[in-house]
């Protein structure tokens, strides 16, 4: 099963927001509203910003929003900030309680 | 806040084997499923598969598959990942995560593992 598709790197200037996109399948992101999103820093854990498709955990700021259309998920950055540089990697839920991630995205604020 | 404490860096010979392990601080631990995610050095999050913490039931992704075994231990409250038969592929970062809720909602992640695989 390949990797859901995510573009390699987005880059923006702060303030001005990026959206990243997660495009799959029917079998997985257009199946389930199951896709969640992770952050990655340099050396770190990822970090759940996004599940359920548009849901934030308690602590994560309102600035990330996520959405879905058909096959392809979606992550919005508004307001960029430094902190905002990151890897970010999407991941669908598929089928017998498995998942997926996308090849992840380098997001830099220029 | 609950952690996941995973065991140290393992420096392992091609061929043999390596067991990974996963420690929760503090929840029930029956109550959840770990689930195992690997990153290859400069690369991506690849999923390997989950145990129940209540029944001991696993899955493993398709790669996966007759290379690696996840068990738990309910009495230590401890997962673990075992992989066999090393190969220099299989050097990468190993996290343990808890899945909260239906679908990849996988929260906390513990601090990873590198697993380093040489000739």
């Known amino acids: 099963q390949s990797a859901l598709t995510q573009p390699a790197s987005v880059s923006g200037s702060p303030g001005q927001s990026i959206t990243i996109s997660c495009a799959g399948s029917s079998s997985d992101v257009g199946g389930y509203n199951y896709v969640s999103w992770f952050q990655q820093h340099p050396g770190k854990a990822p970090k759940l910003i996004i599940y359920?498709?548009?849901k934030r955990p308690s602590g994560v700021s309102n600035r990330l929003s996520g959405s879905k259309s058909g096959n392809t998920a979606s992550l919005t950055i508004s307001g960029l900030q430094a902190e905002d540089e990151a890897d970010y990697y999407c991941?669908?839920?598929?089928?017998?309680?498995?998942?997926?991630f996308g090849g992840g995205t380098k997001v830099t604020v220029l | 806040q609950v952690q996941l404490v995973q065991s140290g860096a393992e420096v392992a010979k091609t061929g043999a084997s390596v067991r990974v392990s996963c420690k929760p601080s503090e929840y029930t631990f029956a109550s959840y499923t770990i689930h195992w995610v690997r990153q290859a050095p400069g690369q991506g999050l690849e999923w390997l598969g989950w145990v129940n913490g209540g029944s001991g039931g696993t899955f493993h992704s398709q790669k996966f598959q007759g290379r690696g075994t996840f068990t738990r231990d309910t009495s230590a409250t401890t997962a673990y990942m075992e992989l066999y038969s090393l190969t220099s592929e299989d050097t990468a970062i190993y996290y343990c995560?808890?899945?909260?809720?239906?679908?990849?909602?996988?929260?906390?992640w513990g601090q990873g593992t590198l697993v380093t695989v040489s000739s």
């Open positions: 359920d498709v548009t």
């Open positions: 991941c669908s839920h598929t089928a017998y309680n498995t998942a997926i």
């Open positions: 995560t808890r899945q909260a809720e239906l679908g990849p909602m996988f929260d906390p």
